[in-house]
């Protein structure tokens, strides 16, 4: 009797190969042809994260993508589970990719990526923005060491650009609150408005809740002098940061990602500075909090180069629609100095992930 005993795990080859004499392999392109002649059929077995892999014609290495049901919108966060097994390299990046519309990989679109050789997995990825509507979309997981382009996850996934949801928002600006509890009506002071009710121009974003915290989507709006705005976005209901810019305040960020549901969300930065990233809002009034004002050529700092612009426009008696006129009054003058000069000497900036 002869008995053989080895340590090595694995018996299998870096390529896919047939090990009978009759049969072969042949690869050309995206497709791949194996074979054996006279050889039993043997499937590979999988049972949650367990995997049973047999039989004559198995690579070394295999990625399973999971599970995955839509529809999703373009700009949506998608987690993308994963199996693996076999020998990967630690320098090894698994890539989420999506097919075209019709279900074809033969130009995937990378959508996330997770670096390592982890035998399970979750991919974040993101649906870009500007993807066609379609029923047939599929989505698979591939690895970089070893190249391996796994089986997509197995069913149509629909894509619809008629997403939408509403953010009924709110947040007041340093240099246009009044004592009141109200803001200026800034393009009325200003020329550019009849109306007294409205402040300003401002632009919400929102942005990925994953790094790098991507905009998905973007709306330009009109601030009331209440501080309150409404803003729809073409976007599936998810986690967002929300950002406020505007001409002469800094960028200011929520403190954490906004979950959208269905039906509008409300968001109230005014109620405290720890509703901002970093805490970066001022206290303007009792429990009352704003952006920071200053950040004149929009750098993301308020520092020597924006007093520099706002008294050049003081020095040439500037009035109208001016980023410098920091207290909205219509005039570029002395009384627009003292919130920027404060916010110089405070070393304000923009704050963020």
């Known amino acids: 009797m002869l008995m053989l005993i080895g340590n090595k795990s694995n018996g299998q080859t870096v390529s896919p190969s047939v090990l009978p004499s009759a049969g072969g392999y042949y690869e050309a392109g995206n497709a791949s042809l194996s074979w ?33 049901s839509g529809p999703f919108c373009p700009g949506q966060n998608v987690l993308v589970p994963f199996i693996s097994y076999g020998i990967f390299s630690i320098g090894n990046i698994f890539t989420a990719q999506l097919s075209n519309a019709v279900g074809s990989f033969s130009s995937p679109v990378a959508i996330g990526t997770i670096a390592g050789n982890m035998a399970t997995g979750t991919i974040s990825a993101v649906i870009p923005i500007g993807t066609a509507n379609g029923s047939a979309y599929r989505i698979r997981v591939i690895s970089s060491i070893p190249v391996f382009a796994g089986p997509d996850n197995g069913t149509n996934i629909s894509i619809s650009n008629t997403c939408s949801i509403t953010l009924n928002l709110k947040f007041f600006l340093q240099g246009y609150y009044t004592s009141s509890g109200n803001m200026t009506p800034v393009l009325l002071n200003q020329g550019a408005s009849a109306n007294n009710t409205i402040v300003d121009s401002v632009t919400v974003e929102l942005h990925s809740s994953l790094s790098p915290w991507a905009v998905i989507a973007s709306t330009n709006v009109i601030l009331n002098t209440n501080g309150t705005c409404t803003c729809n976005f073409p976007v599936a ?12 305040s800094v960028q200011t960020w929520s403190a954490s990602p906004v979950t959208f549901g269905v039906s509008s969300t409300f968001y109230n930065f005014s109620v405290a500075a720890s509703k901002a990233y970093g805490n970066n809002q001022v206290l303007v009034g009792p429990g009352v909090f704003a952006l920071y004002s200053g ?46 000069e404060n916010n110089v ?9």
């Open 36 to 68: 054996t002649i006279g050889e039993a059929v043997t499937n590979t077995l999988q049972t949650g994260s367990n995997v049973l892999s047999q039989g004559f014609q198995q690579p070394e290495v295999q990625v399973k993508t999971g599970t995955l």
């Open 345 to 353: 000497n405070d070393f304000i900036f923009s704050n963020h992930p």
């Open 237 to 248: 209901a998810g986690d967002y940061y929300i950002v406020v810019q505007h001409r002469n």
């Open 295 to 340: 950040d004149i050529n929009q750098d993301e700092n308020i520092d020597l180069i924006d007093l520099a612009n706002l008294e050049n426009d003081v020095s040439n008696f500037e009035f109208g629609y001016f980023a410098t006129d920091i207290n909205g009054d219509g005039n570029v003058d002395l009384l627009d100095v003292p919130i920027l």
